[in-house]
């Protein structure tokens, strides 16, 4: 069973930055996209970014690009999201995902989720 364990979130004030991490266990296998995607209460879950792990190519959701940053460490298993400038409205539930198809931008193919990883952003 594949599990993506999430840490970094917490809490920081406005214009500070923090870094998301997300390892897959187990580490037998490499999942094709890696994903970060974010979700308030009653809201649609938005793309942040995601990457084609064995091309290292990254795609960013709309006005995503810019402050934050994908990226991994494939003998860690593990991906970052890098996030700078944060706002208050960036405070909001963060989750890794990992798909096996090749088409990082959708987010159907997704299959595994993280439990999420809190974010608050003080002003």
């Known amino acids: 069973q594949v599990q993506l364990v999430e840490s970094g979130g917490g809490s920081v004030q406005a214009g500070g930055s923090l870094r998301l991490s997300c390892t897959v266990f187990?580490?037998?296998?490499?999942?094709?996209?890696m994903g970060w995607y974010r979700q308030g209460p009653g809201k649609e879950r938005e793309m942040i970014a995601t990457?084609?792990?064995?091309?290292?190519?990254?795609y960013y959701g709309d006005s995503m690009r810019g402050r934050f940053t994908i990226s991994q460490d494939s003998a860690k298993r593990t991906t970052y999201l890098e996030m700078n400038s944060l706002k208050p409205e960036d405070s909001i539930m963060y989750y890794c995902?990992?798909?096996?198809?090749?088409?990082?931008?959708?987010?159907?193919?997704?299959?595994?989720w993280g439990q999420g990883t809190q974010v608050t952003v003080s002003s």
């Open positions: 187990p580490g037998s296998d490499s999942r094709i996209c």
């Open positions: 995902a990992a798909a096996d198809l090749p088409f990082c931008n959708a987010e159907k193919v997704y299959t595994y």
């Open positions: 990457i084609y792990t064995t091309a290292n190519v990254t």
